[in-house]
């Protein structure tokens, strides 16, 4: 009996922190710890996110994001979840674009917001609040 409680107990840890890959659109997005529809949010999120630079980001990175969990949030704004957040990135020649994100509490904007991270949204700048990807 105990066997079978390990046996179950390690494949459920096995499928929680097994890695995903999944498609949106034109782009990969490989995700470690992080659910199968969490990784597909956040990757649509990050890819509108890019706004006028996406086919550039696209291009210089083939195509790949990576996207895992943070250990700790940022301050987010009220409509946010900052119990988890996540940092999606993608590598580019000149080194990586990358953004943190917190789960929103309506359903808008894939169900995820940008909390941190790079802008890339053709604003001046990000919040001077917004903390970096690590």
């Known amino acids: 009996m105990k066997a079978i409680a390990l046996?179950?107990?390690?494949?459920?840890?096995?499928?929680?922190?097994?890695?995903?890959?999944?498609?949106?659109?034109?782009?990969?997005?490989?995700?470690?710890?992080v659910s199968r529809s969490d990784c597909t949010g956040i990757a649509a999120l990050f890819i509108?996110?890019?706004?006028?630079?996406?086919?550039s980001v696209l291009r210089d990175s083939g195509g790949?994001?990576?996207?895992?969990?943070?250990?700790?949030?940022?301050?987010?704004p009220p409509d946010d979840d900052g119990s988890v957040c996540w940092q999606a990135s993608a590598v580019v020649p000149t080194g990586r674009v990358c953004m943190v994100v917190a789960r929103r509490a309506?359903?808008?904007?894939?169900?995820?917001?940008?909390?941190g991270g790079d802008d890339m949204t053709g604003r001046m700048g990000p919040p001077p609040e917004w903390p970096p990807c690590r």
Do not use: H, M, Y
């Open 106 to 115: 309506d359903a808008g904007s894939f169900g995820f917001g940008q909390v």
């Open 64 to 76: 790949r994001v990576s996207i895992a969990p943070r250990p700790d949030c940022p301050a987010v």
């Open 7 to 33: 046996a179950a107990a390690l494949t459920l840890a096995a499928a929680c922190i097994a890695p995903v890959e999944v498609k949106v659109g034109d782009w990969t997005a490989s995700c470690l710890g």
């Open 48 to 55: 509108n996110n890019l706004a006028w630079s996406g086919a």
